[in-house]
Structures are given as C-alpha cells and as structure tokens.
C-alpha cells in the first residue's frame, strides 16, 4: 500500500531517459513512504532527511503512476499511462512479468527494490533498506521457460552467501497468477 500524505500528485519529470522528482519535500516524502527511487546524492540514506533530487525507476514510475500518487511530465506535458507504459517496456525484457511481481510484493507490504548486485530481479525487504537486510532474493521466470541447473546453482550459492532465501516466482500465463518457488539449501 502506498500512503503519502500529499493533497496532489507529486510531479516526476521524464528527464534524460530518467523519471527525477525533483522538489525535495516530495523525494523525501516517497523515499519515507516505501523506499521509492534513489536519492540522487545519498546510496542509502539512513537519515531520511536528505536534499536531493530522486530519480524513479521505470517499474516504481508505472506503479506509482497506477496508484494515482504521481503525475509524470516531459517538457511541462503530462505523460498518459500508455506512454509511460512504452518507456518501461522498452527498458526491460519482461517488464509484463515483472511488473506484476512488483505490484504483488507490494500490495503485501514489501519494499521491493532492485537485485541487480544479488544477482536477481528483485531484493526484498520487510522494513526497508538501511532498516533491515532484504530476507529474499526473487527472480522472474515465465512459467514455460526452461531454468538451466548451473543457473539455479549460481543463484543458491550467491543467494547463501549473502544470507537471503532465493526464490523463483513463475508467472502463469493464462491468468497472470503467480506462484512463488523457494528453494532451501542444505548440506548433505
């Protein structure tokens, strides 16, 4: 659940192939609220109270967007959701699937921030980062493609030794249901 205490949507400009909020008092606001973005100036600001501008990522931009927490303008025009939809498409693979991973994780009340040093699509935390390590690791994966063993390998290895459970999470592509796979490690 997303809960900012706004009268207005905030303002996300799309910026040099970015989503930045710009005004301060909002990037805080959001960063406060869910852990949204990257401060531009902080990695992992443990003081919430940081000036500086925050830049969105294309999946944090839709589902804000979709939330009716956000406006997104470019050139003072206001982006339609179809439009800002183009743009995140255009930067990942499975955005589709994806997205709808993040949206669940989400509404259950999880701060899903990226994986991309884990190794895996998503890092999820219970509290947040700089508040807790992230407990999970998560991966996407189309319930019809083919998961080859070095890979599930590479991840449990990666995933243990950074003490986070790792899971696959399958999208089923004739509802869009999504079942989560955790995969335990164990020494024989």
Do not use: Q
């Amino acid at each position: 659940m997303v809960v900012v205490d706004m009268d207005k949507s905030i303002m996300v400009e799309w910026v040099g192939g970015n989503f930045v909020v710009w005004d301060f008092d909002c990037s805080r606001k959001l960063y406060a609220n869910g852990f949204y973005g990257m401060p531009i100036k902080a990695r992992k600001p443990k003081d919430l109270n940081f000036n500086s501008p925050l830049v969105l990522s294309p999946i944090e931009a839709l589902y804000l967007l979709d939330k009716g927490v956000i406006l997104v303008v470019d050139g003072g025009r206001v982006l339609s959701r179809d439009e800002v939809l183009s743009i995140a498409k255009s930067r990942y693979k499975l955005f589709n699937e994806l997205y709808l991973v993040y949206c669940d994780l989400r509404n259950k009340g999880f701060v899903v921030r990226p994986g991309m040093k884990f190794g895996a699509d998503f890092a999820v935390y219970k509290h947040g980062p700089g508040i807790d390590h992230a407990p999970f690791l998560v991966e996407v994966l189309p319930v019809n493609e083919k998961l080859d063993p070095i890979h599930i390998v590479r991840a449990g290895r990666l995933s243990h030794s950074v003490k986070k459970k790792f899971i696959i999470a399958m999208i089923n592509p004739d509802d869009n249901s999504i079942t989560y796979i955790s995969l335990n490690w164990f020494k024989a």
